[in-house]
């Protein structure tokens, strides 16, 4: 495909990249608000989270081998649709139960989106010219991070509108990306011969669904609904590693796996889908409650808190963009990765040092370090990945990476919530007896700022702050073994073919001598 033709399907696809991202960083700086008009807590507050990214995580290896075996154009259409019918469901939501059951739906079409997006980029641009496109993907990226907290503020302050509109905004946006992808996306299905029917493995789809949530499901709930060490967490885990042991034997016995064993093989997927899990751990776990820590820890707005996310997204947008036109010229990307890392475990180690009275000039310059990180990283992630596998795997291949990294950012948001919650109540406890206050139960809600008075939100604005800071020290181990990750990957430079030799070994090549001509 010329580069224009490229462009234009490149439109639809950023649009619902775009929908995509926003609809979880939109309602970062609305949540408090939200928790508190529907009577949650702080579990609350982390379900609405994990909801999305729990749905979005077990959906995710499905939606990449279905781009594998039937048309992809239908499979992001359906995504979108799924996605729009979530965010309705979620703006008309008159409780938090009815809020998390749409985020949950909300979070399948995103897991669609997040995981199609890259496979079809993979199918009409090569692996060299990719990463000048995987800047563009940074750079929508980088919008949605800044306009959706600052959108979103802007809405829940807004007289007339509400937190609502935060869920419902993003529908429009879908409905332009379906109607330019119909337009501009001409993808062939996959060819098979007369009378075969693509291949469908149900019951590992069934089994790996299955043993994730309930995973996932026992790390949001413990130390909120049951202890840490108690026979539920026995139980939890016993029945999720079952079912994720089944998976691997379905999986290694079908035709079509949703998750071909033989990808593993490979040294650099293996790698980076393990740094992917700790990238998402140090990624989501940490930075997803620092609109909080700006609302309660800094008393500031809806709206300013979203602007204060500015710096981290200036950062991310620049990386990513630099560093995938670099590596598009060269051909070269793992000192990328590496650097990339490096400022990432910089930059939670900065931030594990803030606390409610930090100048926001310093918080700021940290924030820039760990977007820069993030943006040199997680796109250059997909691409080591796509780089090594034939154009037959490509859609698993790719929604991989973002399965692993997902299943590291919902078990990070899950469990350093339930750590924030923890560390709150107990300062909130005792900051309030030194004042004489009863504190029964004063830490396990969030509180409304504007009815406290002086110093017991001195006391609640201090607990958040140091709550928030360790978090950020609690990612920085995993950030580091992410770094020693990244750095084991042995360098393949970029093929300038779409698929692989199909007699030369992976690990053996240097450049592809097959040339694919690219679907039109």
């Given at each position: ?33 939200i928790v508190v008009d529907l009577d949650g807590g702080e579990a609350g507050y982390t379900w609405v989270v994990v909801a999305t990214l729990l749905t979005m995580t077990a959906s995710t290896p499905i939606w990449g ?148 949530s309930v995973l996932l499901a026992w790390v949001s709930l413990a130390g909120h609904q049951f202890d840490w060490a108690s026979l539920t967490t026995a139980g939890m885990i016993l029945v999720g590693v079952a079912l994720l042991v089944a998976a691997v034997v379905v999986e290694s016995r079908v035709a079509e796996p949703i998750i071909p064993l033989r990808l593993f093989a490979d040294r650099t997927t293996s790698l980076a ?248």
């Amino acid at each position: 495909m010329t580069h224009r033709e490229i462009l234009s399907v490149m439109s639809g696809l950023l649009l619902a990249m775009f929908v995509a991202m926003l609809s979880s960083t939109i309602v970062t700086n609305a949540l408090p608000r939200i928790v508190v008009d529907l009577d949650g807590g702080e579990a609350g507050y982390t379900w609405v989270v994990v909801a999305t990214l729990l749905t979005m995580t077990a959906s995710t290896p499905i939606w990449g081998k279905l781009a594998d075996l039937v048309n992809k154009k239908l499979l992001v259409q359906i995504a979108l649709v799924t996605y729009a019918i979530g965010s309705i469901a979620a703006g008309l939501s008159q409780n938090m139960g009815q809020l998390i059951a749409a985020r949950a739906v909300t979070g399948l079409g995103v897991g669609g989106m997040t995981a199609l997006v890259m496979v079809v980029i993979a199918t009409i641009v090569t692996p060299r010219e990719r990463g000048r496109y995987s800047g563009y993907i940074g750079a929508v990226f980088a919008m949605a991070t800044v306009s959706g907290p600052l959108i979103g503020g802007l809405i829940v302050d807004t007289p007339g509108l509400g937190w609502r509109w935060t869920f419902l905004v993003g529908v429009p946006v879908a409905a332009v990306a379906l109607v330019v992808l119909q337009r501009t996306l001409h993808l062939p299905t996959p060819v098979r011969t007369p009378g075969e029917r693509p291949s469908i493995d149900y019951a590992g789809a069934l089994l790996i669904v299955g043993g994730v949530s309930v995973l996932l499901a026992w790390v949001s709930l413990a130390g909120h609904q049951f202890d840490w060490a108690s026979l539920t967490t026995a139980g939890m885990i016993l029945v999720g590693v079952a079912l994720l042991v089944a998976a691997v034997v379905v999986e290694s016995r079908v035709a079509e796996p949703i998750i071909p064993l033989r990808l593993f093989a490979d040294r650099t997927t293996s790698l980076a889908t393990l740094a992917s899990v700790m990238v998402g751990v140090a990624m989501f776990g940490s930075t997803v409650y620092l609109s909080q820590y700006f609302q309660i820890a800094r008393g500031m707005s809806p709206t300013h808190a979203g602007l204060m996310s500015t710096p981290m997204v200036l950062g991310l947008f620049v990386s990513s963009v630099a560093t995938g036109r670099i590596i598009s010229n060269t051909g070269r990307w793992k000192k990328f990765l590496v650097g990339g890392m490096v400022a990432v475990v910089i930059g939670l180690a900065l931030l594990s040092t803030i606390d409610a009275h930090t100048p926001l000039v310093e918080i700021g310059a940290f924030m820039v370090v760990l977007g820069a990180g993030l943006g040199a990283t997680m796109q250059n992630l997909v691409l080591a990945v796509q780089n090594q596998v034939a154009q037959r795997d490509m859609g698993a291949a790719s929604a991989l990476v973002t399965f692993f990294r997902s299943i590291g950012g919902s078990s990070g948001v899950a469990a350093l919530g339930a750590l924030l919650g923890h560390q709150v109540a107990d300062k909130v406890t005792s900051g309030l007896a030194k004042l004489g206050i009863a504190a029964e139960g004063s830490g396990t809600t969030l509180p409304d700022l504007d009815t406290l008075p002086g110093p017991v939100r001195d006391v609640f604005q201090g607990a958040y702050g140091d709550a928030t800071a360790l978090l950020f020290l609690v990612a920085v181990p995993f950030a580091v073994v992410a770094l020693l990750l990244v750095s084991a990957i042995r360098e393949v430079p970029l093929r300038t073919t779409l698929d692989v030799a199909p007699s030369t070994p992976v690990d053996e090549r240097e450049e592809a001598p097959v040339e694919v001509e690219a679907a039109r």
